[in-house]
């Protein structure tokens, strides 16, 4: 009987310490939850604000990169404009001097035609004979005519 008291009463301690444990878990449970609570609060504020931020910066760059964007289209309408604008002063520009070139060309091949006609004329004149003879009696390298010879 003795023996049924110390383990009734060892057993009601052992309930007993068993439910203060429990009790202690509880608290302790509930005190890290509103901990973790508080803490994914503060979690959820933080990576709020970051998202904010993030949104924010994303915004901002958009806004930058149409920027660049419709600048870049001014900028290239205006170069390729311009760059076409050069390239039909640049065609005309060589169209110009190869007409001047042609002209000159035609002209100066017309004044050679004309001079070379009258060269070749005069040319088509001269006797060999006759002109040895005439520069004979120009020179004065006697009255008499070299005899022709044949090599």
Excluded at 92 to 101: K, S
């Amino acid at each position: 009987m003795l023996l049924r008291f110390v383990d009734d009463n060892f057993c009601m301690m052992a309930r007993k310490a068993l439910t203060e444990r429990q009790k202690d878990l509880e608290m302790k449970t509930q005190q890290l939850e509103v901990k973790l609570s508080n803490k994914t609060e503060e979690e959820i504020k933080k990576a709020r604000r970051k998202s904010t931020q993030a949104g924010d910066d994303l915004m901002r760059c958009v806004d930058l990169y149409n920027q660049a964007q419709s600048k870049w289209f001014e900028e290239m309408v205006t170069t390729t404009l311009e760059l076409e604008r050069l390239e039909v002063e640049r065609v005309e520009m060589i169209r110009q001097h190869l007409c001047q070139y042609t002209q000159l060309r035609h002209e100066t091949d017309m004044f050679n035609q004309s001079t070379v006609e009258l060269v070749d004329q005069l040319l088509r004149k001269v006797d060999p004979a006759k002109d040895r003879e005439l520069w004979v009696k120009e020179h004065k390298t006697g009255d008499i005519r070299p005899v022709d010879m044949e090599i």
